[in-house]
């Protein structure tokens, strides 16, 4: 449904909150973003962008989350004994 | 690329595979509302890594899916007219009216313009001021943003020659939706994360506890699905209705304040059709009062409204999770992407589609299932 | 004649226009002793069977990162007759031009051929020039054809392939289409991605005369590598399987994808081949190719196996392990939101 695709704040310009914009770099394409929709974001921040808007700034503690949650589940599998799929 | 390369990694996605083998005991059917979502799933074959007791049931979670024919009629109606620019984003275009598309159209002769950004439209009526320019504005509440600010924009220009038609639809009441019908089968939701970027959690609370439903907000790489199902099975084994927040990296619990703020200012919430699922109360978003002159239908003509044609296709049973595409006896076969008989096969985004396209071949290579 | 001048349609006419026009603007900048001779048409001699190809090119803009509808017209005739496993030899060439056309545009277009052709050793030996009234063209239409002396000491092309096969691929994909979309739809989009075109004969050849045991080769144009896998599948009724970890995408190429909502699988290049090969000979053929500028990214990246139901069709191994079904492009790539 929503493509959004993440990428880093290379730069910032404009006072209006509405059109303020920044130079985003998706991976060595950048492209100039509205940031109206993430005030906060600052250079080297990294956001979600949607339509040419960041929608969110990408919560990098939050992103890792998922790494040491898996170590967790990782570990009661192991306790529990191989079972499930493999492909 | 930082944020989507480690999300797909394959032998963490397996690890999290066997964690929900481990936990589930019995059947359970899950629905993703958004076809992102549903793209993943069947591009990545994440429903294959899956233990066979979970079903995953696709959503009516594609904006361009749900369309009502009457409103791409309207678009190509507009396209027709002398100089008028009809600015629409990609996916849009090969969505099928009554009589042909936007693609057609625009090959007629018709000015049709891809925009990425709703920005783009009023870039271009700014420098078309002697040219009407009417912008197709479709989404769900991660787009509706983004869109308001092209009226917005448009408003502080003072660009008359700039509107929008507008068919935006919002993804709560379809969950309602799906939960009301006599044919529903969901038992918890992995909900739209990019929605929930943009409007928070609050509105799935009622939900899940009026209907016994988890609602988990997920992302939309292999690692964030599979997170997403393992704490929904996770809640369904331990009897639990709740909330959660898979997708924490983006997803806040109140959602984007700037941005509910501007779709408060630009829109107003109203009753929308969709395309194989009927009317819905308060389930779209029209203009506001202080836009409403920015309103293409008012310029243009009001869409009329007709009943969805009938006949072979189940694409509304797909929409809502009661069959899957390789359930209907014309998938495949009398239905194909060059030839689709409904919605859910004609746009990339629809589930029909994306079996289609990735599931010509079933088997796993080099594996057991 | 100076730069700002355009063309006119008395430059189609067969009269004094046109003729100072070829001799002033076309001819010179092939200056091919056979061309010079000025005969309708052009005698040669080839020993042994030839390959003889025909495309017409017809894209837009006219003019595009890493190259223009000119050097694209010779290589990719080159680039046809090298996999017929044929060197390349002589080409003609047909412009249909559009009033309106500055003529330093079409200088610029010439030049790009001419270079081109000495790149690849291709001489074009006949040409023909017509203009269109405004509006009838992108520009310039170019038509082409070649003719090439076929070395490859078998048949190359699908009937070949067998299960056990290798599949292999020249470099990265993707570059061509994404150079020319950004160009095309000002997609405001700052990046280093410049189409692909090259010659592929050097290589193509090298495996050849090297006595790799080639099968099919095919170059990956319109609709990526998903086309020409699939097109060789279904004529040669195999199953092609690929590993999609295997496929070489650039990093900036894989990002301007997923901005645009395109899978690298289906984006046109212009200067890359497959090339199915014995899977004795794998090892070496990407080897062999590495030694090339244009296939220094070679690699294996799939195999060839029976097709079980008869029906050849290719799949690709994703991140997770799980196949997926690949199939050519319906329509137009458009860029989704969605």
Redesign the interface.
């Known amino acids: 449904?929503?493509?959004?695709?993440?990428g880093?704040v290379l730069d910032l310009s404009g006072d209006d909150?509405?059109?303020r914009v920044g130079?985003v770099d998706?991976?060595?394409?950048?492209?100039?973003i509205?940031l109206?929709?993430?005030?906060e974001a600052d250079v080297g921040d990294?956001v979600?962008v949607?339509?040419?808007?960041a929608?969110?700034v990408?919560?990098?503690v939050?992103?890792a989350?998922?790494?040491a949650?898996?170590d967790e589940?990782?570990e009661?599998?192991e306790f529990?004994g191989?079972?499930?799929?493999?492909? | 690329m930082k944020f989507r390369d480690e999300y797909r990694d394959g032998a963490a996605a397996r690890r999290l595979a066997d964690a929900i083998a481990h936990t589930v005991t019995r059947p359970w059917t899950l629905m993703e509302v958004c076809g992102g979502q549903t793209h993943a799933i069947v591009r990545f074959g994440i429903d294959v890594l899956l233990p066979s007791d979970i079903t995953l049931v696709h959503g009516p979670g594609c904006p361009v899916c749900v369309t009502p024919v009457e409103y791409v009629d309207k678009a190509i109606e507009i396209a027709e007219l002398e100089g008028v620019i009809l600015c629409s984003f990609g996916d849009m275009l090969r969505v099928p009216g009554a009589d042909g598309d936007l693609f057609a159209a625009k090959s007629r002769g018709a000015d049709v313009r891809v925009v990425y950004s709703p920005l783009d439209a009023v870039v271009i009526a700014r420098a078309n001021p002697s040219r009407q320019v009417v912008f197709f504005a479709v989404g769900f509440e991660t787009t509706a943003p983004a869109n308001a600010m092209a009226a917005v924009q448009a408003r502080r220009e003072g660009l008359t020659n700039f509107s929008m038609l507008v068919s935006h639809v919002l993804v709560p009441p379809a969950m309602r939706a799906v939960l009301e019908g006599p044919g529903n089968r969901v038992q918890g939701f992995l909900a739209a994360g990019h929605v929930c970027t943009i409007m928070g959690l609050g509105e799935y609370g009622p939900i899940a506890e009026q209907y016994g439903v988890p609602i988990v907000a997920t992302g939309f790489e292999p690692l964030d699905i599979l997170e997403g199902v393992y704490l929904c099975i996770r809640q369904l084994e331990a009897g639990r209705s709740a909330v959660e927040n898979q997708y924490a990296r983006a997803v806040s619990p109140g959602g984007n304040r700037a941005a509910q703020a501007l779709m408060d200012e630009v829109f107003r919430v109203i009753p929308r059709r969709w395309r194989g699922m009927g009317d819905i109360p308060d389930s779209g978003l029209g203009l506001a009062g202080g836009y409403a002159d920015f309103d293409a239908e008012r310029r243009f003509g009001a869409v009329a409204t007709s009943e969805d044609a009938v006949g072979e296709c189940i694409s509304g049973l797909v929409l809502r999770g009661e069959r899957k595409p390789p359930e209907c006896a014309a998938f495949g076969v009398r239905c194909t992407p060059e030839r689709p008989l409904g919605v859910t096969m004609v746009s990339s985004e629809g589930a029909c589609a994306a079996y289609f396209r990735y599931r010509g071949v079933t088997a796993a290579v080099g594996g057991t299932r | 004649m100076s730069g700002e001048e355009t063309i006119q349609l008395a430059h189609g006419g067969g009269g004094r226009a046109m003729a100072r026009l070829i001799e002033d603007v076309i001819r010179p900048v092939f200056a091919d002793e056979e061309l010079a001779r000025g005969h309708d048409g052009a005698v040669l001699g080839v020993d042994g069977p030839i390959a003889f190809t025909t495309d017409s090119y017809v894209i837009r803009p006219l003019v595009f990162p890493g190259g223009d509808i000119g050097s694209l017209a010779v290589n990719g005739t080159v680039n046809d007759l090298a996999m017929c496993g044929a060197r390349p030899l002589y080409m003609s060439v047909g412009l249909i031009l559009e009033e309106g056309l500055p003529l330093s545009l079409l200088r610029r277009i010439l030049a790009s051929m001419r270079a081109a052709a000495a790149e690849s050793g291709v001489r074009l030996v006949t040409g023909d020039t017509k203009v269109v009234d405004r509006g009838k063209a992108d520009g310039v239409f170019i038509n082409t054809a070649g003719i090439g002396a076929v070395v490859a000491p078998a048949l190359i092309g699908p009937q070949a392939v067998r299960p056990g096969d290798a599949v292999l691929i020249s470099g990265d994909i993707g570059r061509h289409g994404i150079a020319v979309m950004a160009a095309r739809e000002n997609l405001g989009l700052e990046m280093a991605i410049e189409s692909d075109c090259a010659p592929l004969a050097v290589p193509v050849l090298a495996l050849i005369e090297r006595g790799i045991a080639v099968r099919c080769l095919r170059d990956l144009t319109r609709g990526g590598l998903a086309s020409a896998a699939v097109e060789i599948a279904e004529t040669a009724r195999v199953s092609i399987v690929l590993d999609e970890a295997a496929v070489p995408v650039r990093d900036d190429v894989a990002s301007a994808c997923e901005l645009l909502g395109l899978d690298p699988l289906h984006v046109a290049n212009e200067g890359r081949f497959i090339a199915i090969v014995a899977p004795e000979d794998a090892s070496r053929a990407v080897e062999l190719l590495r030694g090339y500028p244009v296939s220094a990214n070679a690699v294996l990246i799939g195999l060839v196996r029976a097709a079980p139901t008869g029906r050849g069709h290719v799949s690709c191994r994703g991140a997770l392990g799980v196949a997926r079904a690949i199939d050519m492009l319906s329509g137009e790539q458009l860029p989704r939101i969605c």
Request: one cysteine or more; glycine letters at 10%.
């Open positions: 449904m929503c493509l959004a695709v993440p880093r909150p509405l059109t130079r998706f991976g060595g394409v950048v492209q100039e509205n109206a929709f993430a005030p990294y979600l949607h339509v040419g808007f929608i969110a990408i919560d990098e939050e992103a989350r998922i790494f949650h898996l589940i990782g009661l599998a529990a191989p079972l499930g799929a493999q492909p």
